[in-house]
């Protein structure tokens, strides 16, 4: 695992089993909900996908499985790649109460099983804010690539790089300039939940914010065929952008 893997992981793992009951309920509250109404769950993204029944899905970082499990529960068999242990108990816990099956790896991304996964999934899907995870843009999109079978889709939504700028989202962290290629310190995204003085005892993450054409760029030269590229306005203001969708597609 790379240096800043390993400070991404200790970040979230910290208090994260806790915070997502906290913030979504119980495993077993939060299946009602996906169970009622999938598709909601999955909120804007259930319009990039053309289908869902028996597809095989890789959700890249995702997290406590929040749209892993209606996506399962929609039919998809899903394989969700995330860092921490402690999201993997929640979503599994989730899965459970669901009654779906959901495949979990807790692992750096950079370092996905390419014997086991290669070429294998129908779609790479991703959300709520990972790139800046990665320092080597190129290298995860490589990886993305991989990952899927020919004629395979990927769905990349994320923050806006409006948002390297401007905090109209909300996040209480650090600006900089849009062009700025600084790897810097901040803090995880939900720290903003906690009292100051436990806030101030948070691990913090390491992050690389990109350009809109950095990531455009590094998905065509990846080998992908650039599909569609959606912007979104930020829930805090409709006015400006907050976050933005490519859908590429593996030939």
């Given amino acids: 695992m790379v240096e ?12 994260a089993y806790e915070f997502w009951v906290k913030q979504s309920g119980t495993p077993g509250d939060r299946a ?10 999955l909120k804007k993204y259930a319009a990039y996908f053309d289908t869902y029944k028996g597809i095989k899905v890789a959700n890249i970082c995702g997290s406590c499985g929040k749209k892993a499990v209606p996506l399962a529960i929609l039919g998809a068999e899903v394989t969700v ?11 599994l816990e989730v899965a459970a109460a669901a009654k779906v099956d959901l495949n979990f790896e807790v692992c750096d991304i950079l370092e996905i099983d390419m014997e086991k996964y290669g070429n294998y999934f129908d779609v790479v899907f991703m959300e709520g ?5 990665f320092h080597d843009i190129d290298e995860f999109m490589g990886i993305m690539y ?18 390297k700028m401007s905090d109209v989202l909300n996040f209480e962290g650090s600006t ?4 700025s290629q600084e790897i810097f310190e901040g803090e995880m995204a939900h720290a903003r ?30 080998g992908f065929t650039l599909r569609k590229f959606d912007e979104h306005p930020a829930w805090t203001n409709e006015k400006v ?3 933005f969708t490519v859908v590429a597609d593996k030939r």
């Fill in 4 to 15: 800043y893997s390993a400070q991404n992981k200790k970040a979230w793992e910290y208090d």
């Fill in 32 to 41: 009602k909900k996906d169970l009622e109404d999938p598709i909601k769950m």
């Fill in 129 to 133: 804010g990972i790139l800046h995870y």
């Fill in 81 to 91: 790649f995330d860092i921490s242990e402690d999201n993997k108990k929640y979503a």
């Fill in 241 to 243: 952008p907050g976050e």
């Fill in 193 to 222: 939940f906690y009292e100051k003085s436990i806030r101030e005892q948070m691990p913090k993450c390491s992050y690389r914010k990109y350009t809109i054409s950095e990531i455009i760029n590094s998905v065509i030269n990846s």
């Fill in 176 to 179: 900089r300039s849009y062009f």
């Fill in 146 to 163: 991989s990952l899927l079978k020919e004629n395979g889709k990927m769905i990349c939504s994320d923050f806006h790089p409006f948002t």
